[in-house]
């Protein structure tokens, strides 16, 4: 017999914010990956700085500013697509 999975289907414009934890201050960000701007969804007058921790200013690892970069090209690539792109989440039971 097959066996049954839940799962949560997410569209790619759910998909919309993502966060990042400074590794040595411990605050979080959050990135609102369709604005320009960079405006931080938690912290509404302030910018995202990619390089720093706006609250530390520790620089944040270069593979991880590359990997945002990355994550927002793709994901405003997807954007159109929102229709027949989904992610899918494995849920406990």
Request: hydrophobic share 35%; net charge neutral; glycine share 2%.
């Amino acid at each position: 017999m097959p066996a049954m999975l839940r799962n949560t289907v997410v569209s790619v414009s759910e998909l919309r914010h993502v966060s990042v934890c400074c590794q040595y201050c411990k605050t979080t960000v959050i990135i609102d990956l369709c604005s320009d701007s960079r405006t931080v969804v938690k912290y509404p007058n302030a910018t995202f700085i990619a390089e720093q921790c706006p609250a530390c200013l520790t620089k944040y690892d270069s593979a991880l500013q590359l990997g945002l970069k990355s994550l927002e090209s793709t994901y405003k690539y997807l954007l159109p697509f929102t229709k027949d792109v989904g992610f899918n989440i494995p849920t406990e039971e």
